[in-house]
């Protein structure tokens, strides 16, 4: 197989400065309903780039649960490898590959803990068997067997039969707060429309530039 000879035209669409919201999350707000009036596949999965303390660079795909004006939130377990990436290196990268619709968009930022109570309401929202295998998984940790896994989930169960799991200390949620989101959208003879929104000094106001593709 010759990888190079893989290629296609981007032409579903294109990017308009005069198409774009004023602020980065109004805008990624308009392209994901988009995305899931389209019918894309798992339209809320996004790349998570973190960094370890010697610079190595590790990804994962994470669900996106929520996103404000203040970022986008995710949750996982706190002694996970991404967890710890982020306790020594809090700027992290976000990435929606929207392939089927031919737009991505990338987040830069940096990710801090949502309270406790925010995570309690999300856990609680979430099926009781997603609940116990927030329990039972060391997350990232090595693993003997998945036998051992399912023992562990069983356990889990059977001590928490017939009443309500609590949230584990160890389990919880992160909001990226986004200091620079680029929209891209796929241009024939690959001409893309890139855009990105920056935000500038202070804090408060976003500025946004057209990128060469």
């Given amino acids: 197989m010759d990888l190079a000879d893989i290629r296609r035209e981007y032409l579903r669409g294109s990017l308009r400065r005069d ?4 602020t980065p999350i109004a805008q990624f707000d308009v392209w994901m309903e988009q995305a899931v009036e389209m ?20 990804q994962r795909i994470v669900l996106l649960k929520g996103v404000d004006e203040n970022g986008f939130v995710f949750f996982t377990n706190y002694e996970s490898r991404k967890a ?21 968009v990338m987040v830069s930022g940096v990710a801090d803990k949502v309270s406790v109570d925010e995570s ?25 067997s998945r036998e051992s896994m399912l023992q ?11 009443r309500e799991i609590p949230l584990p200390e160890f389990w ?16 024939g003879s690959r001409l893309h429309d890139r855009f990105v929104y920056s935000m500038q000094p202070g804090g408060v106001e976003w500025e946004l530039e057209r990128l060469a593709p």
């Fill in 19 to 22: 198409d774009l919201a004023p």
């Fill in 39 to 58: 019918g894309i596949g798992d339209p809320t999965a996004m790349l998570l780039g973190t960094t370890t303390r010697e610079g190595h660079v590790s």
């Fill in 84 to 104: 710890r990436d982020i306790t020594v290196n809090s700027r992290v990268s976000l990435h929606f590959p929207w392939y089927a619709i031919e737009r991505q």
């Fill in 120 to 144: 309690r309401a999300y856990f609680q929202s979430r099926p009781r068997e997603s609940q116990l295998a927030a329990w039972a998984s060391a997350q990232s940790r090595v693993l003997q």
């Fill in 152 to 162: 562990q989930f069983e356990t889990i169960d059977r001590k928490f039969s017939g």
């Fill in 172 to 187: 919880g949620g992160y909001r990226v707060r986004p200091c620079q989101v680029e929209f891209w959208q796929g241009g």
